[in-house]
């Protein structure tokens, strides 16, 4: 796990974890609380980490980083949707990025609720199955709305906290380049991968605030 200062552009730690267990994130937290005030906190949407910052900050703002949401619709739609409601679903999620104000969030959220109104039927189509069970069809596409549903709650913070930024992008740049360093040292014992990813965020740093 890496943890990244926004305004300095620094790494600010890194921990090892099996998995993102909301216990072990909580542990970071403790510690990264002790030396950092925070103003608001941007993640990606694993539950652990949202219980591990409601542990330790209470209500502080945590946004949802919405590349990853907006790149978990795309994975369920599909980049060039053939269906023309599909279609128009995945312009109303391209849309989220232009979103700069209450009143455009306002509006976006109401051309989605129209698209759902409209295209309830297509939502709620089922296959049965001669045994008795039954599925939605348009699985994907169920599952995009909900998460379009979510956005106005979970990553459009920033529109009342400015200094929060949209999205964890800049963390994935200095995660990708950790991960092509690794890769170079692929082989090394558990410890000797600590010493390695922890000299790493100390010549990391000592670059970025030359």
């Known amino acids: 796990m890496l943890y990244r200062h926004h305004k300095r552009k620094t790494l600010i730690h890194a921990s090892f974890v099996s998995r993102e267990r909301g216990s072990l994130i909580a542990k970071d937290l403790k510690i990264l609380k002790e030396k950092y005030r925070f103003s608001g906190i941007v993640s990606d949407g694993g539950t652990g980490i949202g219980n591990a910052v409601y542990t330790k900050f209470g ?65 709620t189509e089922t296959k049965h199955l001669d045994t008795g069970g039954w ?18 709650d979970t990553s459009f913070k920033f529109l009342n906290h400015p200094l929060i930024p949209k999205t964890t992008n800049k963390l994935e740049g200095s995660i990708s380049v950790l991960s092509r360093k690794h890769n170079i040292h692929k082989g090394l014992k558990r410890e000797r991968v600590k010493t390695f990813i922890s000299w790493f965020i100390y010549f990391y740093n000592r670059k970025i605030l030359s």
Not at 75 to 102: C, F, M, Q
Not at 107 to 122: C, G, M, P, T
Not at 140 to 146: D, E, I, L
């Open 59 to 123: 209500n502080i703002p945590h946004k949802i980083c919405m590349a990853h949401l907006h790149r978990d619709i795309i994975n369920t739609i599909g980049r060039y949707p053939k269906d023309k409601r599909v279609r128009d679903l995945k312009r109303i999620a391209d849309h989220i990025w232009l979103i700069e104000s209450k009143e455009a969030l306002n509006w976006w959220r109401d051309k989605l609720q129209k698209w759902i109104d409209k295209n309830r039927e297509f939502l």
């Open 135 to 152: 599925w939605y069809i348009h699985k994907g596409v169920r599952k995009a709305v909900r998460i379009l549903i979510s956005l106005p």
